[in-house]
C-alpha cells in the first residue's frame, strides 16, 4: 500500500493509500519543504538583480505616473507581500504615493469584495493607495490598435495613460495559454470584453492551445502582441513547486522575465508522461475558485487512457452558480454525445457558446465539456452530488470511496497521482 496526499490548500491534505494491485507510475518524489527564504527576500533579490534592465532605475521618478497591475483573488500571487518591497524601490527613486495606482488586472472576471481585496493587497496598501478594479465592460476604456494581432482592443484608462508600467504575477501552466502571468496580466487582465471574446475563442481550440506550450500557440503569442503594444516597463513573475511553494521570483522586462520564467516553471513543473496511466488522482489545486476548478481537468484527462478513470478532487471555496450548472445540463441535452465537437464549432468561429455570459464562463465550459471524454469521479465537499451529476462526473463521498468503486472495475492498474494536477505540465 502506498500513501499519498492531495493538496486542499496550504494547510490542509487529503491523505490515501493505493490499493493493492495498483502500480504508481510516475510518483512525485519531491518533499513538500517550504521555502527557506521568505517571499519579501525573493522580490527584493529579485529586483536586485533585475536593476540594470529597468527603466526606472536612473532616480528620476519624481512626477510621473506609476501603475502597479496585479492579478486578482483567483490567482496565488503573494501581491500583499511583493508590494512593499517593490514600493519601497519605488520611493528610493523619488516616487510619489500619490502618483501610484494599483490596477487589479480582473479581465472578464468579478470585482472582488473589499475584504478580499484587502487580503490580496494588505490592508495598509488598500488605506494608502489608490486601488482600481478594472472592469471589461467599463465605457472609459482607451481604443489601442494592434496590427500584429490584427485587431483592435480597448485598453483601461489608467494602464494606457500611465508613464511606468509594472506587473505582478505568476507563471503558472494555463489550460490555453501554455502559461498564465507575463503578458496575460496585461491581454486579458486589462482589456475590454470584445476583445477578450475575439481573442480567447477561436484561439483556445487550437491544437497548440495547450499547457506548456507557447510556440506555435495562437493564444499565448496574441497575448505577448497586444501586451508589448500596451507596454510593460517590468514584470515580476512568481514561479511555484509543485506543492503550490513559491520557488522563485523573476523579475525584468516582459519578454525575458516571462521567458526565463517559463524555463524555471518547466523544470519545477514538468511531468515527464511515457505512457497514460488507467488511473489519474489529483486535485484541481491551485484552481479553488468556483469554476475556475474547469482548469484543473485538463492535465488529468491529457495523461489517462481513454479507458481509465479519472478521481478528481476539487476544493473549491464556494459553490458553483445556479446558471453554469443549468448551462451544462442544458448543453448536454441539446447536443447528446456529440456535445465537445459542438462546442468546438462554436468557439471555432470566435463565438461564445452563450452571448450574455462572460468569457471565463466560456471557457469554463470548454474547459469541462470540450476535451476528451474520460470516466471521473469527483470529490468535492462544496459540489453537492446532484451537481456532480449534472456536470458530468460521478459522486463519491470520500477520496478511499472513489478509489473502493475503482478496485471493481481495475483490480490492476497503473496509476498517476498529482497532488495538485494545476501546478502540472505534461512532457
Not at 495498483?22 to 519579501?40: G, M, Q, R
Not at 482600481?132 to 494581432?149: F, G, R, S, T
Request: charged share 20%; hydrophobic share 40%.
Amino acid at each position: 500500500m502506498t500513501s499519498y496526499s492531495l493538496n486542499s490548500d496550504q494547510i490542509e491534505k487529503i491523505s490515501f493509500s493505493l490499493p493493492a494491485g495498483w502500480i504508481p507510475l510516475h510518483p512525485i518524489k519531491e518533499n513538500n519543504n517550504k521555502p527557506s527564504i521568505a517571499t519579501a527576500e525573493m522580490a527584493s533579490k529579485a529586483l536586485e538583480k533585475a536593476a540594470g534592465l529597468i527603466q526606472f532605475s536612473n532616480n528620476q521618478l519624481m512626477g510621473n505616473k506609476i501603475s502597479i497591475i496585479v492579478d486578482d483573488g483567483t490567482r496565488p500571487t503573494p501581491v500583499k507581500d511583493i508590494l512593499p518591497v517593490l514600493l519601497k524601490n519605488l520611493k528610493q527613486k523619488n516616487a510619489t504615493e500619490d502618483h501610484i495606482s494599483i490596477i487589479i488586472a480582473a479581465g472578464s472576471h468579478a470585482s472582488m469584495p473589499d475584504d478580499a481585496l484587502k487580503n490580496k493587497l494588505g490592508e495598509d496598501i488598500v488605506a494608502h493607495y489608490k486601488v482600481i478594479q478594472h472592469n471589461a465592460q467599463q465605457k472609459d476604456l482607451v481604443p489601442l490598435e494592434v496590427p500584429e494581432a490584427g485587431m483592435t482592443v480597448k485598453v483601461n484608462p489608467a494602464v494606457i495613460n500611465a508613464d511606468i508600467k509594472i506587473g505582478i504575477s505568476s507563471i503558472l501552466p494555463h489550460p490555453f495559454a501554455g502559461y498564465g502571468g507575463g503578458p496575460k496580466i496585461l491581454m486579458p487582465g486589462v482589456c475590454d470584453r470584445d476583445s477578450l471574446v475575439k481573442h480567447h475563442m477561436i484561439n483556445a481550440v487550437h491544437k497548440r492551445a495547450r499547457a506548456g506550450i507557447t510556440e506555435g500557440n495562437p493564444f499565448q503569442e496574441l497575448c505577448m502582441k497586444i501586451a508589448e503594444k500596451i507596454g510593460l516597463d517590468f514584470s515580476i513573475n512568481c514561479v511555484y513547486d509543485k506543492h503550490g511553494n513559491i520557488a522563485d521570483i523573476v523579475a525584468g522586462t516582459l519578454e525575458n522575465a516571462f521567458n526565463e520564467a517559463v524555463d524555471i516553471c518547466l523544470q519545477k513543473l514538468g511531468y515527464r508522461v511515457k505512457e497514460k496511466a488507467d488511473i489519474t488522482i489529483c486535485s484541481t489545486y491551485p484552481h479553488t475558485h468556483g469554476i475556475q476548478f474547469c482548469k484543473g481537468l485538463g492535465t488529468p484527462k491529457t495523461i489517462t487512457r481513454e479507458s481509465g478513470a479519472i478521481i478528481l478532487f476539487a476544493p473549491v471555496k464556494n459553490p458553483l452558480p445556479d446558471d453554469f450548472v443549468n448551462a451544462v445540463d442544458f448543453l448536454r441535452n441539446k447536443y447528446g454525445e456529440n456535445v465537445a465537437g459542438s462546442i468546438r464549432k462554436i468557439m471555432s468561429e470566435g463565438k461564445m457558446i452563450f452571448d450574455d455570459k462572460s468569457p471565463e464562463f466560456n471557457m469554463a465550459l470548454y474547459d469541462l465539456l470540450g476535451r476528451p471524454k474520460v470516466r471521473t469521479l469527483l470529490y468535492a465537499p462544496m459540489i453537492p452530488a446532484e451537481t456532480a451529476i449534472k456536470l458530468g462526473f460521478e459522486y463519491m463521498g470520500t477520496i478511499d470511496e472513489g478509489l473502493f468503486s475503482l478496485k471493481k472495475s481495475y483490480p490492476k492498474a497503473t496509476v498517476a497521482v498529482l497532488p495538485a494536477g494545476g501546478l502540472i505540465i505534461p512532457v
